[in-house]
């Protein structure tokens, strides 16, 4: 991501967090369903929103900022259950192959899916977050 996206990513979740609850409202569904995720995160894919484009870039933040935390509950979640269990927990995906992915590329991965996948749309967006990236990206074959 260009590095002057990021530095409007990261004020319009500042904004987010100071914004009025209705503001806050408007986008806190997207955990609920793939159907919602769809709803809010179509955006992302309308190339860069102009910077005065306020409501475009504040869903944009959003939907990047729910995927990156996401994948790094994820992987961090991966890594505590192999400590906690005495050896290595593979992630559901490669994790190796998502390296240098820009976050905007893992929100359209799952917009992807959700699609593909119309049946599965109901189900929270964090279980067709697995899903997609599991397609996309095949668990890593074991080293020996």
């Known amino acids: 991501m260009r590095g ?3 530095a409007v990513v990261i004020v319009m979740v500042t904004r987010l967090a100071a914004a009025p609850a209705a503001t806050a409202d408007k986008h806190e569904n997207l955990t609920d369903s793939g159907n919602e995720f769809v709803r809010v995160c179509s955006l992302i894919e309308n190339n860069d929103p102009a910077p005065s484009d306020y ?7 959003v939907c990047t900022a729910y995927v990156m935390g996401l994948g790094d509950g994820i992987v961090f979640e991966s890594s505590y259950a192999g400590a906690s269990l005495g050896g290595k927990v593979k992630t559901p995906y490669c994790e190796a192959d998502t390296y240098g992915m820009e976050q905007g590329q893992r929100v359209r991965v799952l917009l992807k899916y959700i699609r593909n996948h119309p049946e599965k749309a109901h189900l929270p967006t964090a279980v067709l977050y697995i899903s997609a990236m599991g397609d996309a990206f095949p668990p890593c074959p074991e080293r020996k």
């Open 4 to 6: 002057w996206l990021w």
């Open 55 to 61: 409501p475009r870039l504040m869903g944009a933040a």
